[in-house]
Every structure is written in structure tokens, then in C-alpha cells.
């Protein structure tokens, strides 16, 4: 569990995994330089449970040096993660442990539900058996599940090196890719149990720009890194899920008037060549400096 200024929900997440129903359970949390008070919080809580908690300290270095410094002191078999301002349902890591067993798996995945101010799709989710599809097509389509839903035997982690540290906000993408790589023992558990929190405070997931240009990396680095996993796709159907996914995130940026993400965005795609004659309309606008490119949006939907 990396943590850095969640004051307000840290004891909730640790509260979370310390009563799961799975009762062998050690937490590993490793604050990176909070200045809000949680460590004061981690500290007490660290001291309630000092069998089962440990906890680490890095001066601002982000998540994923977090996790791979919690991976480096994790003593377990099957290793999970959560940020520190999400949470998982009582009998989530039981239920997920069980599946691994039952189907000598190495990762067990579950359903999601997004809450808080501004969360997107709030409903709850449980994606699909990928285990019965073309799963290297569908996991390049889109993350197949956020950080928190899924439970992995530590051998395999080990075996991928951890996580990756280039492209921040799209690592535990990245994550789940090369460790598809790895194996492809997968198993569902068609449940939902585990909750993402929306909130302020500068969130990965809302530099929405940043984020795409992060996954599209991943995607091609997967592609050209693990021939073997996409070998039955045709160039066409790799260039739909890799390059495509750009210009189709531009336009939806564009469409919800997202303008910031969607000029980024278009700039990129006018840079790397991954556009048509036809997207020229709005890829040449998006060079103008971003105040004119907002008038011109302005005036264009007034007009039509």
C-alpha cells in the first residue's frame, strides 16, 4: 500500500485489509513523504497491529517505487495491492486465494466499482472471462482491471521484475501486460469486490492526456516485445489497438470538450503520422496556441 497524503482515507483501506476474512494477511505500507498527518496515522495504526504491519518510508518517489519497495519486504506467497484511499470487500482476498487454489492459477481477478465525487461509470462492473477469449487483443483494447482487483502469486511478480518506473501513470497497465506475457493462467471470480475512490487531490487518472500517451506507449512496447502473444492478430487489428486508440481518445477528449486533453492529443497523433486526410480538420486547429484553439471550438459549435 503506497501512501501519500491520504489522511482522510488511509485508516478505512487499512482497516479493510486487516479485517479480511482471509486472516493471514500482512500489510505492507510504505509511506512517500506525507505532509497531512498520515504518517502520524500510519504510525499508530502500525503499532495497533504489529504482527501484521510494516511499514516503510521513500521521500516522494510516487506509487510505483512504493510497491516495488513493498514487493522487496513482502514475505507472502500471493501478493495484492491497494492505494491507500480505495478499499476491498471483507472476503475479497479469501475468495480470491480460493480461485488460485481451485484452478492452480497464477492471478485471480474480480469486479470494480468506481464512488466518490465525479466517479465515472459509478455502477458496478465484472469484466469479462478473458481466459475464454482473445485475451492478448482484449488486454490491449484496455486495462483489464484497475491495481486493486486481482491477487498474484508472488512468484510471478518476481519473475516480470515488479513494476516497471517509466511511464507513471499507466504502470499497473503495463504490469498486467508483461505478466500476461508471463503466464496465461487466469481466473475470474465474477464478483465484485473491490472500490475505487474518485476524489481531488491530483489523481494519475485524471491527467487524462498524460495517460493515454503512457498507455499507447505500453501497448507498443508489449507488441514489440512479446511477438509470440500477438502473432495470430493481423498488422491492421495491432494498428487499431495501438496507434487507433490514440486518435479515437483525442476525439472522444474533443467531444466532451475536453480541450486540453483533446489539443494534447491531437498534436501527438499530427506527430507521430497516426491520422487520416480526414482528421486534418481538427488535427491542424490544435497547433493554434491553446486559448485561440478554445475560441475556435467555441465559435465552431455555436455555428453548427
Known amino acids: 500500500m503506497p501512501c501519500y497524503n491520504a489522511a482522510p482515507f488511509v485508516v478505512e483501506a487499512v482497516e479493510c485489509v486487516m479485517g479480511q476474512s482471509h486472516g493471514n494477511v500482512e500489510l505492507i505500507i510504505v509511506d512517500d513523504g506525507s ?21 516503510l518510508h521513500q521521500d516522494r ?23 491507500a484511499d480505495d478499499y476491498l470487500s471483507q472476503d475479497c482476498l479469501e475468495k480470491l486465494a480460493g480461485a488460485l487454489e481451485r484452478q492452480a492459477a497464477d492471478l485471480a481477478y474480480c469486479g470494480w466499482q468506481n464512488f466518490g465525487e465525479g466517479a465515472p461509470g459509478s455502477q458496478p462492473y ?8 482473445d485475451t492478448a487483443a482484449e488486454f490491449l483494447r484496455s486495462c483489464p482491471w484497475p491495481i486493486h482487483a486481482a491477487l498474484v502469486r508472488r512468484e510471478a511478480v518476481e519473475a516480470i521484475g515488479g513494476f516497471s518506473e517509466r511511464c507513471f501513470s ?25 472500490f475505487y475512490r474518485w476524489h481531488g487531490g491530483g489523481q494519475i487518472s485524471k491527467t487524462r492526456w498524460k495517460q493515454v500517451l503512457d498507455a499507447l506507449q505500453v501497448r ?4 514489440a516485445q512479446h511477438p509470440e502473444r500477438v502473432s495470430h492478430l493481423s498488422q491492421a487489428k495491432l ?13 472522444r477528449s474533443y467531444w466532451k470538450r475536453e480541450l486540453e486533453d483533446a489539443q494534447k492529443l491531437f498534436r501527438a497523433a499530427l506527430r507521430e503520422g497516426s491520422w487520416k486526410a480526414s482528421d486534418l480538420r481538427y488535427l491542424i ?10 475560441r475556435l471550438v467555441a465559435l465552431v459549435s455555436r455555428t453548427t
Do not use: C
Open 170 to 194: 499507466s504502470m499497473d497497465y503495463d504490469f498486467w501486460l508483461r505478466l500476461y506475457a508471463h503466464t496465461q493462467r487466469i481466473v475470474r471470480v465474477p464478483e465484485v469486490m473491490a
Open 239 to 251: 494498428s487499431e489497438l495501438s496507434d487507433g486508440y490514440l486518435m479515437r481518445e483525442a476525439y
Open 220 to 223: 507498443r512496447d508489449f507488441i
Open 285 to 294: 486547429p490544435a497547433t493554434l496556441p491553446g486559448s485561440v484553439f478554445r
Open 126 to 133: 465484472v469484466p469479462p472471462d478473458y481466459a475464454t477469449m
Open 35 to 55: 505532509t497531512d498527518g498520515s504518517k502520524a496515522i500510519l504510525q499508530a495504526l502500525a503499532e495497533s497491529h504489529p504482527q501484521r504491519i510494516v511499514l
Open 61 to 83: 518517489r510516487g506509487p510505483y517505487p512504493a510497491r516495488n519497495l513493498g514487493l522487496k519486504h513482502a514475505k507472502g506467497d500471493l501478493v495484492s495491492f491497494l492505494d
